[in-house]
């Protein structure tokens, strides 16, 4: 089960989806991060603190937006995740690529 | 032993009756000779009475076999033999009578034994017409029958055999006792009449033709009676009596109230024969719908027999039927007496209509009833609105159209309501079972696909003296996305990979392939293990969509220097158990998956590094699948265990450390709990 909620903080814009992200249910997640590229957004968080679980599917939709981001000037941060969450981006390398913070204040405060 | 020939019934009752008829002409005779000639023949009357008993049993044996063999006994049928027997005999009398007539008063005319000889070809012919119609009669009578009438019908047959021998108490004279004998039988006779069951099941046309039947046999049996009746009279002539028989007058009378009967309830059965016709042509109808169309046939069939039958039963004059094809335009399958015209006009009528716009919204697919209608068009005056339903959503429409205003009563919206059903029910089953036959096509092709895959992973593993190596796969669904190998680069130096491709299923299994055909590429090449990684990520970005990835690991061993040069790309990371300080412990090495930076900023992001090994040492590769491996409370496997599970195990074979790791792998998922992801294990122990 997955549920996705948006909240929008000055120019931020803050993605908290809770549950378990995996192949079946990665769409959702894609669908929703690609609404606010759409709509405009220049800086999207995610509020990794109640993922459960991501499995290589849900890793794969923060994968595919990186280059688009890079062009298009958007950042993208991810943080308070879960030690077993982080672990996963850790082995896959993603942290190399997108900035991952312990809480939101490092988030907000980060260039 | 005497082979007996086999005894035919029909020709040997036939036979004996005739015969038995001869001699009782040829005692009566005699015995006529001795009255005229004043002598006394010594023939006493009980063996006159004796050959008529056996008269009448031989052409019931006979009548009796002959119907049984006939099985062709359609109702009209048995009533055209009892008629035409009727006709036969009426006309020989006829003709006998026609004979007198021309002979009139000439010697020949009253030649006694001439006379007699009539009389008993007479007598036999009324016998023969009564036993065999009462054998018909029988038939009709025990047309669905019940216990109840076969007994009644038994103690009738019994009462009759009993009156045969009547004429042996009462000497052919009318007393109570034989007024008494004939009361019960006419009673017992008239009960059995009311047993009239096969008259519903004639068509309009075949109760006319029964009618002129019944006809016949009264008319025949009243003129025989009477003929029977004048000769009673001329008692004279004949030394005895063989018509004044309680048998043959309660036949008589049997015969005529069921012909009366009959004759009665069909003439009043005629205006209401067209409503049954209609059931059961409307039963007919409903058994043909239910019956399953065959995959190879097609749902215009069924749909063929529901427009059929509606109309039908509706007295329709013209009808469309419409289905909705998924991106719901409209698809006319079939009109009847329609022109395309009057069924554009009457759609547009249906559209503006209130009554109609609210039945087409109706959300609950399967509270859907037919909608009658009333509409001003110049030619109908109501329609009926029948839904398709399929698995709770309208699949389509049907449209019956009458002139008649209020065309569409109660019974009709419910027998065709009913049809409806059972058609949607029938294009159901039919799409259904093709669906199946889709999927199980489906489920033969992902088997071939396993197959094939199971042919991409290498069934020897390349290894030399210097350390042994097992290795064990197992996918989710049919196919998966993992995969191993391993390559002989020189004399002393392997390389060992294993890789993963993110999601699962087919498309995951197509990135595999893919994956193979690179890395057996490159590892040609003689490249260093992050050089490797470096175009492998290069290669499979080209290939790999856009949200998927792949991580993998590779190792090079060399045997002759007792070192390992390895890399990793994003791959979950090796276990190394090193006997020396006997302790296990996961490699740390950055590096990020293939395909998820696809340019050259990803040489940034690789590592390599070497480190020496030592007998005993052992390296455990594996794919995700087995870490994240969920137990029933949701608690991941995790790298601890493995760990945990290498420390202790580390002194047996390489094939025993694995199946100690897969046994206690399923362990912990439970009993009947399925990991759903693939997962691969390598176990390596160096000598």
Redesign the interface.
Known sequence: MLSIETQQENQHYILQPKGEIDASNSVQLDESIRRLAENGAKSILVDGSAIEYISSAGLGVFMSYLEDFQEQGITLKIFSLSPRVLEVFQILGLDQLIPIFPEKEAALNAN | MIKLPTIHIGRLSLLLSILVWLSLLFVDLVRLFGVINNLNSGIAPEITWVLEILFFLTVYFFYNYNLQKNAQNEFLNLLWRAASTGIFASAAFLVIQLFYEFLGDSKLGQEPFLRNFFYHVHFALIAIFLISTTLLWKKLILYQKTKQVVQQWQTYEIGLLIAMFFVFFSQNTFGYSFIFGFVILTVLGGFLSVNLKWIPYLTFKEKWKSLLFLAIIIICSVYLFLQTNAYSSAQQTYPINLLDNLFLISLYVFILIYALFSFLVTLFNLPTSSVFEQKLTEAINFQRLSQSIQPEEDEEKVLDILMDSSMSASFADGAWLEMYQTDRNQTIIQTRWIEEKEKEELSQLIESNSAAQNWAKESKADLLNPLPLKISHPKFGSLLLVPLVINKSVIGRMVLCKELKDGFNKEMVSIIETFARQASISVENHRLLNQAIQNERYQEELKIAQRVQKALLPINLEHNQGFEICAYSNAADEVGGDYYDTFQLDQHRYALIIG?V???GTSAAFHMAQMKGVFQSLIQLNLSPKEFMIRSNAALSRCLE????I?ASIFIIDTLHHQVCHAR?????TLFYRSGNQKAEYLGI????LG???NMQYEK?VEEKEFTYHSGDILILFT?GIV?AKNQKSQ?FGFERIRALVEVNHHLSPKEIQTKLIDSLHDFVGGDGLID?DYSLLVVKFN
């Open positions: 993963d993110s999601g699962k856009r949200n998927h990835f991580t790309a994003g791959h979950v990371p950055g590096g990020l998956g998820i930076l696809r992001h995700d994240e991941q992801d």
